[in-house]
Nanobody, 126 residues
């Protein structure tokens, strides 16, 4: 059973940057798509970014496209989320997730992901 641990969250001013990391243990991630989701208080968990198993494809939510970049290092079993030009509405708990599949179909679905980290808090001050 894979275990995912996120880090890199914190408090940043609007316009600033953070880089989140996710280290995976217990299973090699090279066969699986990986993603970041986020959840703010009182809201449903929402998709942020995803990357295919071989880094050949990425997907982003419209709200972060052009500002966030997802990447991975399969040799180190790591997934990253570089977040630039952060906005107050980006504040949330960010979760790393492992898919059951190596890629996605027409869209990235939360139900495709079977393993989740505990989350890391991102706070953005205006």
């Amino acid at each position: 059973q894979a275990q995912l641990v996120e880090s890199g969250g914190g408090l940043v001013q609007a316009g600033g940057s953070l880089k989140l990391s996710c280290v995976v243990s217990g299973r090699a991630i090279n066969l699986y798509a990986m993603a970041w989701f986020r959840q703010s208080s009182g809201q449903e968990r929402e998709f942020v970014a995803a990357i295919t198993s071989n880094s050949g494809g990425t997907a982003y939510s419209d709200s972060v496209k052009g500002r966030f970049t997802i990447s991975r290092n399969n040799a180190e079993n790591m997934v990253y989320l570089q977040m630039n030009n952060l906005k107050p509405e980006d504040a949330a708990v960010y979760y790393c997730a492992k898919s059951r599949y190596s890629y996605w179909g027409n869209s990235v679905r939360l139900t495709d992901f079977d393993t989740w980290g505990q989350g890391t808090q991102v706070t953005v001050s205006s």
